[in-house]
């Protein structure tokens, strides 16, 4: 298994000093001297991709910053904004939500920043109940957690990214006057279900097909850690916690094709279904893909022989199914690979 990691750069700092009270009021008025620049933030993932169609940020996704500032006299770490609402434009760059609303660089200090994107609701308890769990520059980084939600009906691309949650984390940025790139990771885990053409089906007769995993949990608690190990998918999944009293359910896949037909081998059906799912166990013999198709409904269960074991889910891992489907015959064929949510699906990843 190929792992891909971002490294970010630390920038070696020269002669620093501390920011002035005058100055920390001028960050707040956003009124830019010459010593202090505009922050522009854009996004990215590298090496990694959102889906098969989707190579950043889509349009109109809304990404939450949380700035430190590093005082370079005392390296003293300090809060310097928070909950900063942008918007993605669809082709790594962000902008503010509400007009006029920049934030500046302080005139020499340096700033982490923590950045997400999720489908985070509203609270449901306490004295917030029934508002948005992140209220706009007044909510801190909430490193107690934060509950995201995968929607039951991936169906549609919104609902796909809706149901995605991403983190990134880029420390020691001194002041630039170009665009601070925010290398975002998944932390969720991506099911695709490739369904092959048996007998006597067509690929024409799968291309309809209704495909939706069974009883999955949709909820998990984010908890953001500013001092993660970033490069290491396996710390960034230690920022996922559970509860008994999260939702679980059943969850609509889309379902698309595959960009070109030479991605798929003649063997394969070019039909395949894709979704968002929080990781988790699946215990071995439960039902796990049902497929309705040409009238019928069949199920795919986790192996349940004496040398098999549970189906664990991980953070930032996909997870494609090869399911041959027959018109004759109750059961199917299977082939599984797993890999890290890192690469576009290429011929390779879908041959024999």
């Known amino acids: 298994m190929k792992k891909y990691l971002i490294t970010i750069t630390v920038v070696a700092l020269t002669v620093l000093s501390a920011c002035s009270s005058d100055d920390s009021h001028k960050q707040k008025q956003n009124h830019a001297t010459?010593?202090?620049?505009?922050i522009k933030l854009g996004?990215?993932?590298?090496?990694?991709?959102?889906?098969?169609?989707?190579?950043n940020l889509i349009s109109g996704d809304t990404v939450w910053v949380w700035t430190d500032m590093i005082n370079g006299a005392t390296s003293a770490v300090g809060e310097y904004f928070k909950a900063w609402a942008l918007k993605a434009n669809g082709v790594g760059g962000l902008a503010t939500l509400e007009a006029g609303n920049t934030k500046l660089f302080p005139a020499t200090n340096v700033l982490n920043f923590y950045a997400m994107v999720g489908n985070?609701?509203?609270?449901?308890?306490?004295?917030?109940?029934?508002?948005?769990m992140i209220d706009a520059e007044n909510t801190p980084l909430p490193t107690t957690g934060?509950?995201?939600?995968?929607?039951s009906n991936q169906t549609t691309a919104e609902a796909y990214y809706k149901s995605d949650l991403l983190y990134a984390v880029v420390k020691n940025q001194e002041p630039i006057s170009s665009a601070v790139i925010l290398p975002f990771k998944h932390l969720l885990s991506r099911i695709q279900v490739v369904l092959v053409a048996g007998n006597g089906v067509s690929t024409e007769d799968l291309a309809g097909a209704t495909v939706t995993l069974l009883n999955l949990k949709r909820q998990i608690a984010f908890?953001?850690?500013?001092?993660?190990?970033?490069s290491s998918q396996s710390?960034?999944?230690?920022?996922?916690?559970?509860?008994?009293?999260?939702?679980?359910?059943?969850?609509?896949?889309?379902t698309n094709k595959v960009a070109s037909v030479d991605e798929a081998t003649t063997a394969n059906?070019?039909?395949?279904?894709d979704a968002?799912?929080?990781?988790?166990?699946?215990?071995?013999?439960?039902?796990?893909?049902?497929?309705?198709?040409?009238?019928?409904?069949?199920?795919?269960?986790?192996?349940?022989g004496s040398n098999d074991e549970d189906l664990e889910l991980e953070s930032g891992k996909q997870y494609r199914f090869r399911l041959i489907a027959n018109r004759i015959g109750s059961s199917y064929e299977m082939q599984i690979s797993v890999d890290d949510w890192t690469t576009m699906p290429g011929q390779a990843m879908w041959a024999e």
């Open 146 to 151: 934060i509950r995201h939600t995968v929607l």
């Open 34 to 38: 010459a010593e202090q620049l505009p």
């Open 120 to 132: 985070f609701g509203k609270e449901t308890e306490g004295e917030r109940t029934g508002l948005p």
């Open 43 to 55: 996004s990215s993932f590298g090496d990694e991709t959102r889906s098969n169609n989707a190579t």
């Open 223 to 230: 908890n953001p850690d500013k001092e993660v190990d970033f």
């Open 276 to 304: 968002i799912v929080v990781p988790q166990t699946i215990a071995k013999g439960a039902n796990f893909i049902k497929v309705e198709y040409l009238g019928r409904t069949t199920y795919y269960r986790i192996p349940n």
């Open 235 to 254: 710390a960034l999944a230690g920022l996922l916690s559970w509860s008994n009293l999260f939702q679980t359910s059943d969850i609509l896949m889309a």
């Open 269 to 273: 059906s070019t039909a395949y279904a």
